[in-house]
């Protein structure tokens, strides 16, 4: 297919399964996403259409994990259970494969991703204004069928213990967490290259109205690398912003809220210490073990049973599958999301958003997130990202060069191939 019209089936691919990520169907004893489906259709379509390639590098590796972790589940006892280790199977397997385009088709490409994140900004803003004219937030629950709901995720959650508002879910996310992750992805994206102060104000004030610390971990995670995507210009919207994002929060007892999750850290028991602390430290118990079980860990899927809440991949697969596996696991996934071609803060975001979100390890719609914005998609001729000037203005054609050490225009090669059409 021409490049245009496959960089429309890619983000149209992605916002469908935006948008069913609540749906997933009961077996095995757990709930199958439907976008595991999603992808499977993806990497099927694009096999048949000619556009997909097989990163050989990537097959190596990940047959490297896969006899690994295999290995690690048979040494580590009766525990490991079978249908955990066939989703990690299926869920990476389709890391191995990618589809090139140009820099310019990228750029639109995160272009039309700005828009649907616009959207979903809007879904907060409706789901607030919804609760205060006293109607409340539309609940798909309340649409799909309960066999077909995605479970183990808090959909309608209250700001705080019997507050009257719940925190907004942008309708179609499966809870808060993922409806602020995906704010952040905007605001980053929008500062590094699109630089619109309307749409970094939307974004901003929606992240900070989801009450979510996900995403707005995220943002500070990202904050060192987004430093060298940093524009002059963009100080005065900065000095603009900052009061008034600072006001908002304040008022809206934003702050309050983050201090009040910092102190579950070391609050036994609650979400913070539960997600983060304690999981930790199961992880250092298990290394301070046995030889045996520092190198083929416990077993697949075994670690939700024993924490009984859901987990980080930096727990999960060391816990699991053992030091061994734990390395070549994240040599893979590393080289997978860095080797594309893709803006660097593409990749790096998208991998502190899989480390730092629960659950990442299995959960499809997280995987499916890294193979839109960087794994599956190579970008012909890796640029100099950091040095190109406003994106959007290149996007059409328009772009200033940008000086380079050597003084040379960074962007030449780009903007004559725009030219020639």
């Known amino acids: ?29 757990t709930a199958i996403q439907f976008t595991l489906i999603i992808m499977a259709a993806l990497i099927a379509g694009l096999m048949i259409w000619g556009d997909l390639k097989i990163n050989l590098n990537r097959v190596f590796l990940y047959i490297a994990f896969i006899v690994a972790g295999g290995i690690a589940n048979i040494l ?25 385009i140009s820099p310019e088709s990228y750029v639109k490409y995160l272009s039309y991703f700005q828009k649907g994140a616009l959207v979903a900004a809007f879904c907060v803003f409706l789901d607030w204004v919804l609760q205060i004219a006293g109607i409340g937030m539309p609940n798909l629950d309340h649409i799909i069928p309960e066999n077909l709901i995605m479970f183990n995720y808090v959909y309608v959650q209250p700001l705080e213990w019997g507050a009257k508002y719940m925190k907004p879910n942008g309708i179609f996310f499966l809870e808060a967490s993922y409806i602020s992750q995906f704010m952040a992805f905007g605001l980053i994206i929008e500062f590094c290259f699109f630089r619109r102060l309307l749409w970094m104000g939307a974004f901003g004030s929606a992240l900070l109205l989801t009450f979510g610390g996900t995403g707005m971990l995220c943002v500070i995670l990202c904050a060192p690398v987004m430093l060298f995507y940093f524009r002059a210009k963009l100080i005065p919207i900065i000095l603009i912003v900052t009061p008034v994002a600072a006001v908002v929060a304040l008022q809206a007892g934003l702050l309050q809220n983050i201090e009040m999750r910092s102190d579950e850290l070391n609050e036994k028991g609650s979400s913070g210490n539960m997600r983060f602390t304690q999981q930790l430290l199961v992880v250092e118990g298990m290394f301070e073990g046995t030889t045996h079980r520092a190198l083929v860990g416990y077993g697949s899927g075994v670690m939700l049973r024993q924490l009984h809440t859901m987990y980080t991949p930096v727990a999960k697969v060391a816990y699991e599958y053992g030091l061994i596996v734990y390395v070549i696991f994240y040599i893979f996934f590393i080289y997978c999301i860095f080797g594309s071609g893709v803006p660097f803060i593409i990749s790096w975001m998208m991998l502190m958003q899989y480390l730092f979100l629960n659950g990442s390890f299995l959960v499809p719609i997280n995987n499916f997130y890294i193979m839109m914005l960087c794994s599956l998609i190579s970008v012909r001729g890796r640029p100099r990202w950091t040095t190109f000037g406003n994106v959007l203005d290149l996007a059409r054609g328009r772009a200033e060069p940008v000086g380079l050490s050597g003084g040379q225009p960074a962007i030449v090669d780009v903007r004559a191939r725009l030219e020639r059409g």
């Open 1 to 29: 297919m021409s490049e245009k019209t496959l960089v429309t089936v890619l983000i149209g691919t992605f916002f469908f399964a935006v948008v069913t990520m609540k749906i997933g169907a009961h077996m095995m004893g």
């Open 76 to 100: 580590s006892g009766p525990a490991s259970q079978l249908p955990s280790f066939l989703f990690v199977f299926v869920i990476y397997f389709f890391y191995i494969f990618n589809v090139s």
